[in-house]
């Protein structure tokens, strides 16, 4: 899979480019179909900026950056742990639980990181 939009904006300046610097093929997984499990391969292409010429990673709507499953998949494991366990969401999805628990943990992660200016979990009692 590609990203159908050629161009992409450089997080450093701003501009937009489709200078690609370089292609960089890996391998996601995502919702199975009945028995398969379903591996997606993605192309995130890095792009280099024709302004300030730094090098970035495209960003891709459905795969959090660094992520090695896509985001409805993480959605629907989420869902069926709190429904039900880990053991069963693992069985569901394909999974090892320890892979659930991973992709737990790095939802954690994702929210602790978030960008200033979104919504804080802060809370007074
Ligand atoms: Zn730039």
Redesign the pocket.
Same mark, same amino acid.
């Given at each position: 899979m590609e990203n159908k939009q050629k161009e992409g904006k !450089?997080p450093? @300046?701003?501009?937009t480019t489709d200078k690609i610097h370089q292609n960089d093929w890996y391998t996601v997984r995502d919702i199975p179909l009945s028995d398969y499990q379903v591996l997606l391969k993605v192309n995130r292409r890095q792009l280099r !900026?024709t302004? @300030?010429q730094?090098v970035f990673s495209e960003e891709l709507s459905f795969i959090k950056t660094r992520r090695t499953y896509t985001k409805r998949l993480a959605m629907k494991v989420i869902k069926e742990v709190l429904e039900t366990n880990v053991e069963s969401a693992a069985r569901r999805n394909r999974m090892t639980a320890s892979e659930v628990e991973t992709l737990l943990r790095e939802q954690e992660v994702d929210l602790l990181k978030e960008k200033p200016g979104s919504p804080r979990l802060d809370m007074t009692i």
């Open positions: !450089c450093h @300046c701003e501009n !900026c302004k @300030c730094k």
